[in-house]
């Protein structure tokens, strides 16, 4: 089984509205403490918890010069183990993560940051990444370079945020990732492809403290390449993840 890739982090861009509700250590020091619930933990497409739903947890300290530091948490399963013939030790992704966020004009900002992910018990799985994302009148473009005991990756993305009647959020966001070897195999095995699409379509709203979203997720892989890069052949299918997150 090829060992699934963590969540691209659900990282707001650091905004006035963010920072007025985080908590104000200091003149330039900030601490926003996210938790959150979603229906299923999907990382570019493919769900984390067996399609389950998870409990996260981002807890970050931002500085009014950009730099920015935080952990995040989120449980995840894994389920069998097919080569210890047991289930996976890990429930629990802990991710350390520190930036830099550029708000380059009114309109246009710059994101770039490292991100360190663990697994407690299952220390094969650990990696890390690093993103770079540009933003402007909405529309946003980035890349992801990932290296792990296993895999090395490279994700581009783009896609597109805005805000609809009703102050509903919308955003689109499209995702290539590619192994640079054979991962995704067909059912017999025959051909094996390097990388693949996911997408997302997304509704949020701010209501009774707290932002609630839904979202439609899918990928173009087929049931046999997820089976040969998840070991289960309905964890890269279309489906729908709600979610519910307030920040303090």
Not at 196 to 206: F, G, I, Q
């Amino acid at each position: 089984m090829h060992a699934c890739k963590p969540l691209i982090l659900a990282f707001a861009a650091i905004t006035s509205s963010q920072l007025a509700q985080a908590i104000e250590l200091s003149d330039s020091l900030n601490l926003a403490i996210t938790p959150a619930l979603v229906s299923d933990y999907r990382n570019s497409g493919i769900s984390q918890t067996l399609g389950d739903p998870a409990a996260q947890l981002d807890v970050m300290l931002s500085h009014a010069s950009g730099l920015y530091a935080g952990v995040w948490t989120s449980n995840v399963e894994y389920g069998y183990d097919w080569e210890k013939d047991d289930d996976y030790g890990t429930r629990q992704e802990v991710d350390y993560y520190a930036g830099y966020y550029w708000q380059i004009t009114d309109e246009i900002s710059l994101d770039t940051y490292y991100n360190k992910y663990t697994y407690p018990g299952e220390g094969q799985f650990n990696g890390a990444d690093i993103y770079l994302t540009l933003e402007a009148y909405g529309f946003f473009i980035g890349g992801k370079h990932s290296h792990d005991t296993d895999d090395t990756a490279f994700s581009q993305y783009l896609g597109y945020r805005t805000q609809l009647p009703l102050e509903i959020g919308l955003e689109l966001r499209v995702e290539q990732v590619d192994y640079k070897d054979e991962v995704f195999w067909n059912a017999d095995w025959t051909k094996g492809e390097e990388d693949y699409n996911n997408w997302e379509v997304k509704l949020s709203r701010d209501m009774l403290g707290a932002t609630w979203a839904l979202s439609y997720v899918d990928t173009n892989l087929s049931d046999a390449q997820c089976a040969s890069f998840s070991g289960y052949d309905d964890l890269c299918s279309a489906g729908a993840v709600a979610s519910v997150s307030k920040s303090f």
